[in-house]
């Protein structure tokens, strides 16, 4: 397992998986502050690209930093940047899921030359100041009533989105574009492989400062692909419709039948989507 040492001396672990000489996709995952494993190898496209799949601060196999306040989303951008120099790469493609996209959105405001191209999977903007709203998900939610579970699920899930109630496991799935034993087995390790005191801190004060960041990502030149899942509630197409607007060159696109993971949801569909935009013109990227 190849790991690198962070500015502040934490030391970091990446899981490379996959095949093909292209230079590594970095993968930067949510969560927030989920160990990298449960993005598997992206439902098979580590089969078309070798993946750099990044354990943040205090998850999977990475340290625990001696300051806790660094698991905050803007301070872990130096941890992102240390990983490009450990890979060895002029400018990269990056791929980020979920709360990851944050992370991956301060980065390229400060780094904008080193993003080659810049992938956001179901990634709802908060560095944007543009979080997924309770009605956004109930919304969401109610397209999933034909589902079996749907009927004990709901008022659960409702009354969660609320703030009115803890996070319940009758909510799961509604993350999931279809609930089988695939998506129960998915999130049933969820608890394990997250940092939840971690998770906290990611997005606490001043982890995010939307006006700068949308201020710099005005300017970069890298294509960004923002990927929705239609069944989403966080975010759901239109939010992400309007993310891809922050971009000068950014797209949408909506993956039918997705929920968070759409990964798991049709592996094919989202492995060729991700390729082709990968692979679209001649960019370079690597070293």
């Given at each position: 397992m190849p790991a690198f040492t962070a500015p502040d001396g934490t030391r970091l672990a990446?899981?490379?998986?996959?095949?093909g000489g292209d230079a590594p996709l970095v993968v930067l995952p949510g969560g927030?502050?989920?160990?990298?494993?449960?993005?598997?190898?992206?439902?098979?496209?580590?089969?078309?690209?070798?993946?750099?799949?990044?354990?943040?601060?205090?998850?999977?196999?990475?340290?625990?930093?001696?300051?806790?306040?660094?698991?905050?989303?803007?301070?872990?951008?130096?941890?992102?940047?240390?990983?490009?120099?450990?890979?060895?790469?002029?400018?990269?493609?990056?791929?980020?899921?979920?709360?990851?996209?944050?992370?991956?959105?301060?980065?390229?405001?400060?780094?904008?030359?080193?993003?080659?191209?810049?992938?956001?999977?179901?990634?709802?903007?908060?560095?944007?100041?543009?979080?997924?709203?309770?009605?956004?998900?109930?919304?969401?939610?109610?397209?999933?009533?034909?589902?079996?579970?749907?009927?004990?699920?709901?008022?659960?899930?409702?009354?969660?989105?609320?703030?009115?109630?803890?996070?319940?496991?009758?909510?799961?799935?509604?993350?999931?574009?279809?609930?089988?034993?695939?998506?129960?087995?998915?999130a049933a390790r969820d608890e394990a492989e997250t940092n939840e005191h971690a998770a906290d801190v990611y997005g606490s004060e001043g982890a995010y400062d939307p006006p700068a960041t949308r201020a710099a990502l005005a300017g970069l030149t890298a294509p960004v692909l923002v990927l929705a899942g239609e069944l989403d509630g966080g975010p759901r197409p239109g939010l992400a419709r309007r993310t891809a607007a922050a971009f000068p060159h950014g797209e949408c696109t909506v993956q039918p039948g997705a929920g968070h993971y759409p990964w798991l949801d049709d592996p094919e569909w989202f492995t060729d989507r991700v390729t082709r935009f990968l692979t679209a013109g001649d960019r370079p990227h690597g070293s």
């Open positions: 990446y899981h490379l998986r996959g095949e927030p502050m989920r160990a990298s494993a449960y993005l598997g190898d992206l439902g098979g496209l580590g089969r078309r690209r070798r993946l750099a799949l990044l354990d943040l601060r205090g998850t999977g196999d990475s340290a625990v930093p001696a300051d806790p306040a660094s698991y905050r989303c803007d301070r872990q951008v130096d941890d992102v940047e240390a990983l490009r120099r450990e890979l060895g790469l002029e400018r990269m493609d990056l791929l980020a899921h979920s709360a990851g996209g944050s992370l991956a959105m301060r980065y390229a405001a400060r780094y904008p030359e080193r993003v080659a191209r810049l992938v956001l999977v179901t990634a709802a903007p908060r560095a944007l100041g543009m979080p997924a709203t309770p009605e956004d998900r109930l919304a969401a939610a109610r397209l999933r009533a034909g589902e079996p579970w749907f009927e004990r699920a709901f008022p659960v899930f409702r009354a969660w989105s609320a703030g009115e109630a803890d996070f319940d496991d009758a909510v799961l799935p509604f993350f999931y574009g279809r609930w089988d034993a695939t998506a129960a087995a998915h």
